[in-house]
């Protein structure tokens, strides 16, 4: 099992005859992803690596039975594409993108929620269940089939410390960007609930950084979970970020600083690492704690290892 | 962005909500002009981003053109919080009855706008007391029609159906309005000022969202970047001036952090920010190394994660720049991700760099050489 997505999903790609699109739909192909089709407008008829591409998702919808959409459109068309892929019947959206501007976003979330519809990102590198699907950019050589589920909003940090894991033989059940943007689909606490109900994870790593209150908004939750947490949070020599005025410091109050996010996750039961290479480390003492717990996998409630 | 005072002001003005009588100038003669022409005692404001504007000195009261003058005078060759005084706003002085707050703000924790209000507003908003304070999430799909702000000046003690009432429903609908409108991030009126029947914004803060400067042509721009992160601003790069001795280039926001936080834990200090960006090219590889050059750091450490990124091109990016600027400034590289191999086999053989696959180790070996 794999959160999201696994080797049944079939993919949309919109924008896949862009450059990116282009390369990153032959880079799925090939770790075995399930692409049927993909959307350009005015491309209809095109091949992209043997994926048929049509000018609109209905289009696309008509001929194909698809779960999931990539969307590598360029920022300002990106409200569009999101709007018309999920009208169009599709209930997973990866958004690619950077730098889509945030009332677009604002529009997004509000129609996703109300149809029910679940959104990774936009500014991620998506999501990979190791060996079965990748959807979205992140290099393939890293990952490696396991049982850590990891969720992160950083791109290049996921990677870094993916890559530590499968270095050192941990593999992952599914690998999560939430997305680095102000406004994103999804929070910790959804894609954490997600690892605590999935029976192919046994521990999640939280990747986090100053800004925001992400990571204080996930400590309540975690503190119910049966899993163990293990996190990394960038930021804490870097320079203060940009503040939004009073109203930045009404909402969080305080929150976003580095030792407030590592208080909070602490407080929660998570084993804060230092760097990020010392993440694989905590979290092989906690998978070997949880091998050697006799009620391992039979009362999940009571077994929580102490620390 | 944030916009200065006046600018919101203007735009509030455009959206049919009222600001006190006013002009901006850059000399200490149109200010004692501006004072003369509005009468009476003058409200003298420095045109600065900073939060803390008034406990920062950079606000006067001022009794006539006389008394303006000066002031200004004054004003122009001061800085607020670090930033310069170039520009004043001169606005006829209120008989203000009550100070509200009112804001709106993108909030990512509920993905809505949230509209934040209080019948306690002035200066300190951050210390009035929870409970005192008005948050209402906005459902964009509904907007912020009548019937909401109406409600939310009944929330502020404020009878709706009173002139006051009015008028305070009108700014609220029309705050919404700008907004979304301009793609706002914040708009924040704090003191909103009741005088009698009439409110007033006394204040105007807006931050617009970065991504939709694009679409927004008439919004002036404001920089407030140093030269150098100005400069890479312009190429794409985001970049901050720090105070230590190694130079650093990393590929998206957490990483470069993660890089920061490596140099201070092996006892040195990062002499910048730099991130080139997920998708970093040949292009923003040359042109962000430059920029960490030009500030002479003891060492350079290079932490290259490649997803979009090809390493081959950053390694032929960087193997170019040493030819141009020597070697004077030992440089470490990190590289892994896509198409590592050959982008080490380049640097090694081409340029003789020590390429390191772990960040830790590369991080080691960087604040060695700095040391």
């Not at chain 2, 920010?273 to 030009?294: M, P, Y």
């Amino acid at each position: 099992m794999s959160i999201l997505i696994d080797e049944q999903t079939s993919v949309l790609v919109q924008g896949i005859t862009g450059n990116q699109g282009r390369f990153h739909t032959q880079q799925m192909l090939a770790y075995g992803t399930n692409v049927v089709a993909g959307v350009t407008p005015g491309r209809c008829g095109m091949e992209v690596e043997g994926v048929p591409v049509f000018d609109t998702v209905r289009a696309a919808t008509e001929e194909y039975s698809i779960d999931a959409s990539v969307l590598f459109t360029p920022a300002a068309a990106v409200k569009d594409a999101a709007l018309e892929a999920m009208e169009a019947g599709i209930r997973t959206l990866v958004i690619i993108t950077e730098h889509v501007p945030v009332h677009d976003c604002l529009e997004i979330m509000a129609y996703a929620d109300r149809i029910g519809a679940t959104i990774i990102g936009p500014n991620t590198y998506g999501i990979v269940s190791p060996g079965r699907c990748k959807i979205g950019i992140a290099p393939s050589s890293i990952f490696l089939p396991g049982s850590v589920g990891v969720v992160a909003r950083s791109g290049t940090l996921s990677y870094e410390i993916v890559g530590n894991l499968t270095a050192s033989g941990v593999g992952q059940s599914t690998v999560v960007g939430i997305g680095g943007d102000r406004v994103v689909g999804q929070s910790f606490i959804d894609i954490l609930r997600l690892f605590e109900a999935d029976s192919a994870t046994s521990v999640v790593v939280l990747i986090g950084e100053i800004g925001g209150s992400a990571e204080e908004e996930a400590a309540p939750y975690i503190t119910q979970m049966t899993k163990p947490v293990v996190a990394y949070i960038a930021g804490q020599s870097a320079p203060p970020g940009k503040r939004m005025g009073h109203a930045g410091a009404i909402i969080e109050r305080g929150r976003g600083t580095y030792h407030h996010k590592r208080r909070a996750l602490e407080e929660a039961g998570v084993r804060v690492a230092e760097l990020p290479s010392q993440v694989t480390g905590i979290v092989q003492t906690e998978l070997s704690m949880l091998h050697a717990d006799p009620f391992y996998g039979l009362i999940w409630s009571f077994s929580r290892p102490q620390q | 962005m944030r916009l200065f005072e006046y600018m919101g002001k203007q735009l509030f003005i455009d959206f049919g909500i009222r600001v006190p009588r006013g002009m901006v100038c850059d000399t200490p003669k149109t200010a004692a002009q501006i004072a003369q022409r509005l009468g009476g005692p003058v409200m003298i404001k420095a045109q600065v981003l900073s939060g803390k504007r008034g406990k920062g000195g950079g606000i006067r009261l001022a009794d006539g053109p006389k008394e303006s003058k000066l002031a200004a005078e004054q004003l122009l060759q001061s800085t607020v919080q670090g930033f310069p005084v170039e520009l004043l706003l001169i606005e006829e002085k209120l008989a203000i009855g009550q100070e509200l707050y009112l804001s709106l703000i993108v909030d990512g924790v509920s993905k809505k706008p949230v509209l934040i209000a209080s019948a306690q507003g002035g200066m300190d908003i951050e210390n009035v007391p929870e409970e005192q304070i008005i948050r209402q999430p906005i459902d964009v799909e509904l907007g912020l029609p009548t019937f909401l702000a109406r409600d939310i000046v009944r929330r502020l003690k404020i009878v709706p159906s009173s002139p006051c009432g009015k008028a305070l429903t009108q700014v609220v609908t029309a705050l919404y309005r700008l907004f979304t409108a301009i793609d706002a991030e914040l708009v924040e009126i704090n003191p909103l000022a009741i005088c009698g029947d009439t409110v007033y914004a006394a204040d105007a803060k807006i931050t617009v969202d970065d991504a939709s400067l694009y679409r927004h042509a008439h919004i002036p721009t404001v920089s407030e970047l140093t030269l150098g992160e100005q400069e890479a601003s312009k190429l794409g790069l985001s970049y901050v001036d720090l105070d230590g001795e190694i130079g650093v280039m990393a590929n998206g926001a957490g990483i470069t952090m993660a890089t920061l936080d490596m140099i201070t834990y092996f006892g040195s200090k990062p002499a910048n920010f730099l991130d080139i960006g997920g998708g970093a090219n040949q292009e923003a590889t040359r042109k962000g190394l430059e920029l960490v050059l030009a500030k002479q750091p003891k060492a350079v450490l290079v932490n290259i994660f490649g997803g979009i990124t090809r390493c081959d091109e950053v390694a032929q990016a960087i193997v170019g720049i040493r030819r141009q600027y020597g070697k004077s400034i030992p440089m470490v590289v990190r590289l892994a991700g896509t198409n590592q191999d050959a982008g080490r086999a380049i640097l090694e053989k081409e340029a003789g760099i020590e390429v390191f696959d772990l960040m830790q180790t590369a991080a080691q070996r960087a604040v060695e050489l700095a040391g």
